[in-house]
């Protein structure tokens, strides 16, 4: 391996080992699923190293990890609607068991129920804070995309709380 | 949306993380530096071969072009002395002289012109 080559690993496993479990919380949040989210690192990791010599070059390596990670977390997810059956019926329902913290299920729960759009679009403006802009660029749609379906996004998630805050304290 | 309602938001994610048993993560910063190596060759080949299909091909059709040929061939001039022209050519003053051609007067006998021949410029 040549010195080139050997400087450009070296610089991106301090940038990967450093980064990793972020990377994996922000991909737990858009599949609810670990070992889901474990991969879509992996993948993202993997494109982001092909592409490292230009992402380095442009400067915002992070921000152009979780671009990667969301558009990877999409595009998988509308392969596998396409190949087999809806990711909510994929992922396992919660189990609300009277030891578990309900409200954060029924909050997960509702996370999952949203459209994987509408999810990458939450994720990105409120747990990664990046702004309309930023989320438009990411996600390849125009701010009033982002706008609309975070709107639409939130609203949905109000309902799909309240409706499942409402069943659990039926049982 | 507000701040306040953005804050409702990420306190939500936090709890919905927090609630989350994370399970022990492997490392995936190997396998993920043997994946990107791999798929950067695989990228690094397919360039290549495709520069070189498209000088293959440029190669080809410039080659293959009708004016990278040398089709135009000089044709021989017969010498200007030699016969009379043929009837069945027609008249060139370039290569044979004729009278009509020869005479300085626009309003001469060849002012009416032969049929065919275009009108002439003033001199």
Request: glycine share 6%.
């Amino acid at each position: 391996m040549c010195v080139r080559e050997e400087v450009r690993e070296r610089e991106f496993r301090a940038f990967a080992e450093a980064r990793q479990a972020q990377l994996r919380r922000s991909a737990y949040l858009l599949c609810g699923d670990w070992h889901q989210a474990q991969d879509l690192v992996q993948i993202t990791l993997m494109k982001l190293y092909a592409a490292w010599g230009r992402v380095r070059k442009d400067g915002n390596v992070d921000g152009y990890a979780r671009t990667i990670l969301t558009r990877t977390f999409i595009d998988q997810h509308r392969r596998r609607r396409w190949r087999e059956e809806p990711l909510t019926e994929l992922t396992d329902p919660p189990s609300t068991g009277p030891e578990t913290p309900e409200l954060r299920l029924v909050m997960r729960s509702a996370l999952m129920r949203l459209p994987p759009r509408y999810r990458a679009v939450l994720v990105l403006r409120y747990w990664e804070d990046w702004s309309v802009e930023q989320t438009a660029e990411a996600l390849r749609v125009s701010t009033g995309t982002v706008k609309s379906q975070s709107a639409r996004g939130l609203a949905r998630l109000r309902e799909l709380v309240g409706d499942l805050a409402e069943e659990t304290s039926r049982r | 949306m507000n701040g306040e309602e953005a804050d409702v938001v990420r306190i939500a994610f936090e709890q919905i993380l927090d609630a989350a048993e994370e399970p022990a993560a492997r490392d995936v910063v190997d396998a993920a530096v043997a994946g990107g190596r791999r798929a950067r060759r695989r990228r690094l080949a397919l360039s290549a071969t495709g520069t070189m299909l498209f000088v293959a091909l440029t190669a080809t059709a410039v080659t293959a072009l009708p004016g990278a040929q040398p089709q135009h061939r000089p044709v021989p001039l017969s010498p200007p002395s030699v016969g009379r022209p043929s009837p069945d050519r027609a008249p060139s003053s370039a290569s044979v002289p004729t009278p009509v051609s020869a005479s300085p007067h626009p309003g001469g006998p060849s002012s009416g012109g032969s049929p065919g021949q275009g009108p002439r410029s003033a001199p």
